[in-house]
């Protein structure tokens, strides 16, 4: 999916606007920028050794009663996410919603009660907690009638806050089913909010935001980083990794001074790696 960018900074300053005044009349904020997928698709980390089994608690805490599924994850299994992010300072946790052991959601297994797994534990508390992620987010988990769409699927809030807000001449996209609940609890503006709240915010952002995660798209689980040489402004460096083969980085460098430099996560072994090219530009 390609956006004009100009378009963009626009629909973002008119989320702004109307996020200023929720915050003034104590409304609920905007539903884009709240949005949550309903349910994301998860397999087992490539080159994580877990032979045991997985431990799912009731709530999302070590301290929580663990539940009666007792699960011995194979590579093959596909596990049902729910789309709502959380965690704590024990780390990170899904809320699990069903399982399959052979990929299609028709055969998934559903849990009846909360199941809880943590998936990437806090190394400041205990050194029994996985150091890695135990799973890795492959695509959205869409309803079969939306497969029929040969359209990208939207599955982040800022991608979905970008197509709604940005306006456009036609449907170039397709949003996957929304999560309404944990969408309601996000509008929903903190009583008694200040500005020394936001400024404490903003501090927060800034000291845990990786900059660099806007333009790692489909590879953020292996790179750290992504440089290049130069870039035009109608084709940035997102769109390397956006997984959108009708956008394209196109340098903006002389003959020949063309590059493209990644910088790895610690521990990923690389066995190769494809790049698309437009064969029109090569001589």
């Given amino acids: 999916m390609k956006l004009d960018p100009n378009r963009v900074v626009l629909g973002r300053l008119r989320c702004l606007k109307e996020c200023v005044t929720s915050f003034r009349t104590n409304s609920v904020l905007p539903e884009d920028l709240c949005y949550v997928p309903e349910y994301l698709l998860y397999k087992l980390k490539k080159g994580v050794q877990y032979t045991e089994r997985f431990v799912l608690r009731t709530q999302p805490s070590k301290s929580s009663t663990r539940t009666k599924h007792h699960l011995f994850p194979h590579i093959l299994w596909t596990f049902y996410a729910s789309g709502e992010e959380y965690c704590n300072n024990e780390g990170q946790w899904l809320k699990i919603l069903k399982y399959s052991v052979n990929g299609k959601e028709s055969d998934a297994h559903s849990f009846t009660d909360d199941a809880w797994l943590l998936i990437l534990g806090n190394q400041t508390t205990s050194s029994e907690l996985p150091e890695q992620p135990l799973l890795e987010l492959c695509q959205p988990a869409v309803p079969s009638y939306l497969t029929a769409f040969p359209l990208p699927t939207l599955n982040r809030w800022q991608d979905v806050l970008d197509y709604n807000y940005c306006l456009k001449l036609s449907e170039s ?81 002389s003959e020949g001074e063309h590059w493209i430099r990644l910088t790895m996560k610690k521990g990923i072994v690389i066995k190769y790696v494809f790049c698309l090219t437009n064969k029109s530009f090569l001589l």
């Fill in 173 to 253: 996209a397709v949003v996957a089913p929304p999560c309404k609940e944990a969408i309601r609890r996000l509008q929903l503006v903190p009583l008694a909010w200040t500005i020394e709240y936001d400024e404490e915010l903003v501090k927060f952002l800034r000291d845990h935001t990786h900059t660099d995660n806007e333009y790692l798209g489909s590879v953020r689980n292996y790179v750290d980083s992504i440089k290049v040489s130069s870039f035009c402004d109608e084709d940035p460096v997102k769109d390397l990794t956006d997984n959108d083969p009708d956008t394209f980085w196109e340098s903006d460098g």
